[in-house]
């Protein structure tokens, strides 16, 4: 039986659910294969893994700017090398694991499991084949470090494979399968048992609006937003996710009354049900995290792009625009003006939806796992 170690790292939701996605098909969908899910940062150091994880958090929340800066000035430099060499010193905490397992085949969502890895592989402490697999709509060259020793490289889309060529990694290595993400966005869902569970009308736009969940990154705009949705929502009907930021559901409901717009917007907790309101749902509003955008692509929904976080998800947003599937609101942008002429266009939000197709790779999580596992 082979041994697959999967590795994430607590730094956004995505590095997990992208993990998940592929230990759950591999657990479900193979035979003789022996596959375990693992926290690297965690299980390397707990207290550093907490405090990096609080760090990214707040920075995130509170002054994006920052995130901002070191995510770019992390892609060479003096940051860049301390980054990879204080990954470096952690890998030798990780050998323990991984000369206990003796995996075939290690697979990473996250940069620092793949350069742990990779440092373990070029001293010969390890002979793993190493799977990255990049989460970002946009490369960063903290993936690449130690690339002579990582196997395959997945990658959303092919300007990415384009950008690996360049930066002398082999083309064989380079699979253009999309992000993984959970087989439940691949389900049919019937539209009515949907829409009565949710309380919601037939036969108008569905607009599904993600509020920035638990830390409500950049909730000023995010409710003016919200308001500009609300004061346009006569022709629609909006369904805002506050996920477990309690304060940002009773901001949503406060605008709702204001409004008078209860018959057309639905404000929700947390919710589990996500792949069902994005089948009923004919545009998103929402960060462009990598996860999110992925499962708005498999579900074949346009998006309105708010609050991204500097670095990577603005390099996201940059791209979908270019793409034609999104449309980004920024800080000086008319939002009344983006959504009426959005709306007053028949054909704007159906180019849109073409668009997504040009993208989508719904089977991007079978896929993966059928290449390295083929190859093991």
Same mark, same amino acid.
């Not at 041994?3 to 592929?22: D, E, R």
């Not at 190493?130 to 470090?145: E, G, K, R, S, Y």
């Not at 346009?232 to 009907?237: K, V």
């Not at 639905?266 to 919710?271: A, D, G, K, M, Q």
């Given at each position: 039986?082979?041994?697959?170690?999967?590795?994430?790292?607590?730094?956004? $939701?995505? *590095?997990?659910?992208?993990?998940?996605?592929?230990?759950?098909?591999? %657990?479900?969908?193979?035979?003789?294969?022996?596959?375990?899910?693992?926290?690297?940062?965690?299980?390397?150091?707990?207290?550093?893994?907490?405090?990096?994880?609080?760090?990214?958090?707040?920075?995130?929340?509170?002054?994006?700017? =920052?995130?901002?800066?070191?995510?770019?000035?992390?892609?060479?430099?003096?940051?860049?090398?301390?980054?990879?060499?204080?990954?470096?010193?952690?890998?030798?905490?990780?050998?323990?694991?991984?000369?206990?397992?003796?995996?075939?085949?290690?697979?990473?969502? *996250?940069?620092? $499991?793949?350069?742990?890895?990779?440092?373990?592989?070029?001293?010969?402490?390890?002979?793993?084949?190493?799977?990255?697999?990049?989460?970002?709509?946009?490369? *960063?060259?903290?993936?690449?470090? /130690?690339?002579?020793?990582?196997?395959?490289?997945? =990658?959303? *889309?092919?300007?990415?494979?384009?950008?690996?060529?360049?930066?002398?990694?082999?083309?064989?290595?380079?699979?253009?399968?999309?992000?993984?993400?959970?087989?439940?966005?691949?389900?049919?869902?019937?539209?009515?048992?949907?829409?009565?569970?949710?309380?919601?009308?037939?036969?108008?736009? !569905?607009? &599904?609006?993600?509020? $920035?969940?638990?830390?409500?990154?950049?909730?000023?705009?995010?409710?003016?937003?919200?308001?500009?949705?609300? @004061?346009?929502?006569?022709?629609?009907?909006?369904?805002?996710?506050?996920? @477990?930021?309690?304060?940002?559901?009773?901001?949503?409901?406060?605008? +709702?009354?204001?409004?008078?717009?209860?018959? !057309?917007?639905? =404000?929700?907790?947390?919710?589990?049900?996500?792949?069902?309101?994005?089948?009923?749902?004919?545009? +998103?509003?929402?960060?462009? /995290?990598?996860?999110?955008?992925?499962?708005?692509?498999?579900?074949?929904?346009?998006?309105?792009?708010?609050?991204?976080?500097? /670095?990577?998800?603005?390099? !996201?947003?940059?791209?979908?625009?270019?793409?034609?599937?999104?449309?980004?609101?920024?800080?000086?942008?008319?939002?009344?003006?983006? &959504?009426?002429?959005?709306?007053?266009?028949?054909?704007? %939000?159906?180019?849109?939806?073409?668009?997504?197709? &040009?993208?989508?790779?719904?089977?991007?999580?079978?896929?993966?796992?059928?290449?390295?596992?083929?190859?093991?």
């Amino acid at each position: 039986m082979k041994k697959v170690l999967i590795f994430y790292a607590s730094y956004g $939701g995505g *590095h997990l659910n992208a993990a998940k996605s592929i230990y759950e098909c591999m %657990l479900n969908c193979y035979q003789n294969i022996d596959v375990e899910l693992i926290d690297c940062m965690k299980y390397v150091n707990k207290t550093i893994e907490k405090v990096t994880t609080a760090a990214y958090r707040e920075a995130a929340k509170k002054a994006p700017w =920052v995130w901002g800066k070191i995510y770019n000035d992390s892609q060479k430099g003096p940051l860049a090398h301390l980054s990879s060499r204080s990954n470096k010193i952690m890998a030798i905490k990780l050998l323990k694991l991984l000369r206990e397992k003796n995996p075939s085949l290690i697979v990473s969502t *996250h940069p620092f $499991g793949s350069q742990m890895c990779s440092y373990l592989k070029r001293k010969g402490k390890i002979q793993s084949k190493i799977a990255t697999i990049m989460t970002d709509f946009a490369p *960063h060259d903290q993936w690449l470090v /130690g690339h002579d020793f990582t196997d395959f490289y997945f =990658v959303a *889309h092919q300007k990415m494979k384009d950008y690996l060529i360049y930066k002398n990694i082999p083309e064989d290595k380079i699979f253009v399968t999309g992000i993984p993400l959970s087989n439940r966005f691949l389900q049919k869902y019937n539209r009515k048992e949907i829409l009565n569970e949710f309380n919601l009308q037939d036969n108008i736009k !569905n607009i &599904l609006f993600f509020g $920035g969940g638990e830390f409500g990154l950049g909730k000023t705009r995010t409710f003016e937003i919200f308001e500009s949705f609300v @004061k346009s929502s006569s022709n629609m009907q909006i369904i805002a996710i506050a996920g @477990k930021n309690e304060k940002m559901k009773l901001a949503f409901e406060k605008i +709702v009354d204001e409004n008078n717009a209860k018959k !057309n917007v639905r =404000v929700l907790e947390f919710t589990n049900k996500v792949p069902e309101l994005m089948s009923i749902s004919d545009l +998103v509003v929402t960060k462009p /995290g990598g996860m999110t955008t992925t499962e708005s692509l498999a579900s074949n929904l346009p998006m309105i792009i708010i609050n991204p976080i500097p /670095g990577q998800e603005e390099e !996201n947003a940059e791209f979908l625009e270019e793409k034609g599937i999104a449309i980004w609101i920024k800080k000086n942008s008319d939002v009344t003006q983006i &959504l009426t002429d959005l709306f007053s266009n028949s054909h704007k %939000l159906e180019e849109m939806k073409e668009n997504t197709k &040009l993208l989508a790779k719904p089977n991007s999580t079978k896929d993966i796992c059928d290449i390295l596992l083929k190859d093991l």
